[in-house]
């Protein structure tokens, strides 16, 4: 906020290679991002494009072969609480109840104990599992589940919230009504929101930005600012227009390939 | 709690009129073979098919004289609780003892890949010896008595509570490490936050199949001239020709052991409460 031009995260050609028996896989390939705070950018592309990989990068669970990730500048080394995630399949701790997994990060960082009580009540009772709040993982539907691990983040003083296709697990319905929730969150929040998806209408309704990955090797294709008024109405022909446009970028490298 | 509150959950934990009878079903089906068993041995024992063993009445008298005494007055009359508190301290010191090292090495080999790669193979290579086969060295090692029943008691138990010690720290989830870093637990302190819950149930597992064992080898290990314990009223029994006094130091066997495995289910069912896979 102070200084608006430098970014809060920044990708800055980064490279990133596997050897995976005896073979060298460019996960990612010469990539360069920047992303603004508040903003909401999400990742698209078709399988093994690297995705997960930019991710667990920006995350600090991946070191890049090349290149640099930072954050405010300074480069990325280890994961922080600063930068949360969100896994797909939850990764909740199953022996804690949803209040104490809430309550995990705040403790861990030895948040005092009143304190961290308040923090964990609030974001409980902001992702609607006050009902819930001791019940345990198990107990719990796919949404519900995720909606912990979004509060858990939060309840952290995370800035920046990474998730990596966090609604693919869930049925349409639940997904719709925890995109929205997100958008809410995020839209009374400073949250900036990095987000990896399959779906092109979920990429399209939530984003800022949408940014087109394709594979062999990973890399960016384009990186498109989405300016459709918000809350974003899928059956519109803007919307359908974007849809299209997108869609013939993801599927371009197929083409490429080809000749 | 949170989740009684849905009317579903509600209706389900109302008193139907026949839950008392829902309550006793299992009871009863689980009391059918034993039954069965015990009208067959009675049949067998009236009609003479077999005249080595007692009758049902005949050892359950015997069983009254040996907890209470009062009617034969012999040897064994009264004596049960003397030899099952033998017993017991042998099964419970030898496993205490063998949860006291297999806990610490089990961690330390599941966690630390240099402890792994010492001293796993040579637990692999001992643990099919089975127990009873180091009966006769226990016996030179530590004599014949109480020492070596100690010894093999605490044998049985080691191996399944190191065994399953090491498999529950080195399966615990790798995204529960992502989660937890990203969450500012970092290095030692995911080791009691996240490792060590996460490899409870496994470490449950161990000490109820150590506990099992503790119980089966009791018996091996108390023929092996110790003066005291069940396992000693077993051998004598033999070696008397007094049949009845051998069931009777069985079905005390078989009941201490099966209380005991209670109490360890009932502690790991609250313990574990979170786990789907144990049930509470
Ligand atoms: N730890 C790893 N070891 C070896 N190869 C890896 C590893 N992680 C990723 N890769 C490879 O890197 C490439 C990119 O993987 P990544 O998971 O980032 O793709 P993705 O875009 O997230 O795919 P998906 O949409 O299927 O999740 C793939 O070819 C994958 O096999
Ligand atoms: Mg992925």
């Known amino acids: 906020m102070a200084e608006p031009t430098i970014p809060i ?3 800055r050609n980064v490279t990133k290679t596997f050897q995976l028996q005896g073979q060298t896989i460019h996960a990612l390939k010469d990539a360069s991002l920047s992303i603004r705070k508040g903003e909401f950018v999400t990742l698209i592309g078709a399988s093994g494009c690297g995705k997960s990989t930019l991710l667990r990068i920006i995350a600090g669970f991946e070191k890049p072969s090349e290149g640099e990730a930072l954050m405010w500048g300074k480069p990325i080394s280890e994961p922080e609480p600063q930068r949360g995630m969100v896994f797909q399949d939850y990764a909740l701790f199953p022996w804690l109840s949803v209040r104490d997994n809430i309550a995990f990060g705040p403790t861990s960082r030895g948040v005092p104990k009143v304190q961290a009580r308040d923090t964990v009540e609030r974001f409980v009772d902001m992702v609607g599992l006050g009902r819930f709040a001791d019940a345990y993982p198990h107990q719990l539907s796919g949404g519900m589940r ?25 049925d349409a319905m639940t997904r719709e009504r925890l995109q929205e929730e997100l958008l809410d969150i995020w839209a009374r929040t400073n949250l900036t929101v990095v987000f990896v998806t399959h779906a092109i209408e979920e990429a399209i309704f939530l984003a800022d930005r949408v940014v087109v990955m394709t594979p062999g090797p990973g890399r960016i294709e384009s990186d498109n600012p989405m300016l459709l008024a918000r809350p974003r109405d899928i059956a519109s022909p803007e919307f359908n227009d974007i849809r299209r446009a997108l869609s013939g970028k993801l599927h371009s490298h197929h083409g490429k390939k080809a000749a | 709690m949170a989740l009684a509150d849905t009317p579903q959950q509600r209706l389900a934990d109302m008193p139907a ?35 080595l063993i007692p009758t049902p009445y005949e050892t359950a008298e015997y069983m009254v004289d040996f907890v209470f005494g009062g009617i034969y007055n012999d040897a064994f009359s009264a004596t049960a609780h003397i030899h099952l508190l033998a017993s017991m301290s042998r099964v419970y010191g030898g496993f205490g003892l063998a949860m006291l090292a297999a806990l610490p090495l089990g961690l330390l080999i599941g966690r630390i890949p240099l402890a792994r790669l010492t001293l796993d193979p040579f637990f692999q290579l001992m643990r099919p010896i089975p127990v009873t086969a180091w009966l006769p060295l226990s016996m030179i090692l530590f004599g014949l008595g109480a020492r070596s029943a100690f010894a093999l008691v605490f044998l049985g138990a080691f191996f399944p509570i190191l065994l399953n010690t090491i498999f529950g720290v080195k399966n615990v989830d790798p995204k529960l490490f992502e989660a937890a870093s990203m969450l500012g637990c970092k290095g030692n302190a995911q080791f009691f936050r996240v490792v ?9 597992t161990g000490l109820r199949l150590g506990l099992g064992l503790a119980w089966f080898v009791i018996v091996v290990g108390e023929m092996t001239g110790v003066p005291q314990g069940l396992g000693a009223v077993i051998m004598d029994g033999r070696t008397l020709s007094r049949t009845e006094l051998v069931i009777c130091g069985m079905i005390i066997i078989g009941v201490a052991g099966f209380i005991s495995d209670r109490i360890v289910v009932a502690i790991g069912n609250r313990l574990l409460r979170w786990s789907p896979n144990h049930h509470g």
Do not use: C
């Open chain 2, 17 to 51: 009129p026949s839950s008392w009878l829902a309550r006793l079903t299992p009871l009863g089906l689980a009391l059918i073979v034993p039954g069965l068993l015990l009208i067959f041995w009675h049949v067998a024992t009236a009609r003479r098919w077999t005249r």
């Open chain 2, 196 to 204: 060590l819950p996460a490899a409870l149930p496994s470490i449950f």
């Open chain 1, 9 to 11: 995260i920044e990708i």
């Open chain 1, 146 to 170: 995720q909606r912990v691990a979004i509060a858990r983040v939060l309840a952290n003083d995370a800035e920046v919230v990474l998730m990596d296709e966090p609604f693919g697990a869930l």
